[in-house]
């Protein structure tokens, strides 16, 4: 964060469960700190400079609530698309997805030499950064089979 320390996926992982989980949890505070949601904003930067823990947000009912609210409009925006905006989204989707892992292995590869690819604060773009892809902030696609399946 630019006006100080932000927590590391070590400091996640007492509600990540593992490495993974907790670097793509970093990944999503980051995003939600520079997000149009005050509150999310809010609970994002609390988290990532270390004023509260990651429990202490997904327990607090005014963070939870904005969280489910924000869900709630994804789900609806989904709902509303045409066949052909659904299956558009979910090839870039699909594209955003392998070109994640792909940046997770070069981070493997830089952790295991003791460097990282991603600057402090820098955020990866998601398959919603695209313009023109429909809903409310440009989110679009179809839940891609085995995209979000337990690892």
Known sequence: MPDGREVDQAELLDVAKDEDRA???LRALRTLSTGPDPKLREMARGVLRGDLTAQQAFTDPE???ALFSGAAKVRRAGEQRSEAEAREAGERFG???QARRT????ED???DQGTSRTAPGQQPAGPWRHPGTGGPGGLGG???AGGFGHR
């Open 23 to 25: 670097r793509s949890l």
């Open 103 to 106: 940046e997770d292995e070069g």
């Open 109 to 111: 590869q830089g952790e």
């Open 63 to 65: 963070y939870t609530a």
């Open 142 to 144: 179809s839940r891609p």
């Open 95 to 97: 594209e955003w997805q």
